[in-house]
């Protein structure tokens, strides 16, 4: 029987410093910084809704108070709302599309990526076979239920989007000390790395530790990489990570020239 894929908790990584994006972490911590007008934490979780995935479990530390600003007064910010001055009663006339489930865990300032799922799934993952992980600054037009379906398909307990993305460089093909060809930022190279949407079983969960320490990328994916438990979904379309200044005005002006491949829809459903 298919999996109802609102049920699949997504666990979203939204407490890192990050600091090599100061400017705009200074004062709120790096998924709520805008991509348009709305935070890049948004545009992550609208894709995953469009293709169905509406439980989110939002794994906060740094400046955690900012994230649960934005969701306490999300239905007020994003509808119109009248009020009555005198009384200072509200009437909120929701007019966003959003129907999403969203958990906010406080799951420590100085926990690592993989201390923060294990401390959230200890608490909400409930009775989920399967859930997923992301972190907060990435984008991607990749088809999240193709790669669900790929997932569950294959009988392993991991599965990490693989992308290809475009050098930022010049690629030299060389031959001793003479070049065979000279390629300006090539389209895409033949180097395959970590795109940050994975999906996996609840057995992966011995394989995280709650101590502060355990980061995801480390002990806990190279053992089940060891292990022969972690596929690979491999996607050569658009994808982007929002790391520094630079990073963040690109995106800001592909969102706003109507064009950006991650436009949320309002279902991509297959």
Not at 122 to 144: E, Q, S
Not at 191 to 202: L, S
Not at 221 to 232: E, M, P, T
Request: aromatic share 12%; hydrophobic share 35%.
């Amino acid at each position: 029987m298919p999996i109802d894929r609102s049920t699949v908790p997504v666990f979203v990584l939204c407490g890192g410093l990050g600091t090599r994006l100061r400017e705009e972490t200074e004062f709120r911590p790096k998924p709520m910084v805008p991509v348009g007008s709305r935070p890049i934490l948004w545009h992550i979780m609208s894709e995953y809704a469009g293709f169905g995935f509406k439980r989110f479990v939002l794994c906060l530390g740094y400046k955690a108070e900012v994230v649960k600003d934005y969701f306490l007064n999300y239905q007020a910010v994003n509808s119109d709302f009248t009020i009555e001055l005198k009384s200072n009663n509200l009437t909120v006339h929701n007019t966003h599309e959003q129907d999403w489930h969203v958990t906010l865990v406080d799951t420590g300032e100085k926990a690592m990526t993989g201390a923060r799922v294990a401390r959230a799934a200890k608490k909400y993952l409930g009775d989920a076979a399967h859930f997923a992980v992301t972190y907060g600054d990435g984008l991607t037009d990749v088809n999240l239920a193709a790669e669900f379906d790929y997932h569950q398909r294959h009988n392993h307990l991991g599965t990490v989007l693989a992308v290809n993305p475009p050098s930022r460089f010049g690629e030299l093909r060389l031959d001793g000390e003479k070049v065979l060809e000279f390629s300006e930022k090539p389209d895409f190279v033949d180097n395959w790395i970590n795109g940050g949407y994975f999906f996996f079983r609840r057995g992966f969960l011995p394989y995280l530790s709650d101590a502060d320490g355990c980061v995801l990328e480390q002990e806990p994916l190279v053992k089940l990489a060891r292990d022969g438990q972690l596929s690979v979904y491999k996607h050569r379309g658009f994808w982007a990570c929002m790391d520094t200044q630079r990073d963040r005005e690109h995106l800001d002006k592909i969102w706003n020239s109507g064009q950006a491949p991650w436009r949320p829809a309002h279902s991509k459903e297959t």
